[in-house]
């Protein structure tokens, strides 16, 4: 039996991480603690990039556009949508959330997604690391292992077969 895992090691991996500006006390946190994440499991700051994008609805764009350039092992996408009194919320939470999967299927590199989709911001704040842990860290780790399980399937050699 042949098992493939991604390690938790960022050593030598570039990452992109596209953020949403809208509820900025959330992302920002979010942000933190994924740059931190990054960092703590060996990625090199110099290694990391930062793209800023108006809302969580224009994350998917944005981050098409980083996957495609072929310059990271992993992107992610960081962004918060909090409920209101109108059906605006359901729009944008559920069109970012399908951007994002429409992108992690196509891309060439792995694909993480932080977005918060809370019913208030007490909620947010909790999830950006307040109480709940840091959501934005947590993406970094999956990006980081989702890097590796790929460099790793893209090395494999199938069984029987010698690699040259």
Do not use: W
Not at 9 to 19: M, S
Not at 32 to 49: K, S, W
């Amino acid at each position: 039996m042949n098992v493939y895992e991604g390690s938790l090691v960022a050593t030598g991996l570039r990452f992109a991480v596209v953020v949403a500006r809208f509820n900025s006390l959330v992302t920002e946190q979010l942000l933190a603690g994924a740059v931190d994440a990054l960092r703590r499991h060996g990625a090199d700051e110099a290694a990391i990039d930062v793209y800023r994008c108006p809302g969580t609805f224009e994350l998917p764009a944005l981050l098409k556009r980083a996957a495609a350039s072929g310059r990271y092992d992993g992107v992610l996408a960081l962004g918060a949508v909090i409920r209101g009194g109108t059906p605006h919320f359901e729009y944008v939470a559920a069109e970012a959330t399908k951007g994002v999967g429409v992108v992690s299927l196509e891309a060439g590199c792995a694909i993480a997604m932080g977005i918060l989709t809370c019913d208030t911001m007490e909620q947010a704040l909790e999830r950006a690391g307040v109480k709940a842990g840091n959501k934005g860290a947590e993406a970094a780790v999956a990006a980081i292992e989702q890097a590796n399980v790929f460099k790793a399937a893209a090395g494999a050699v199938r069984p029987g077969k010698r690699s040259e």
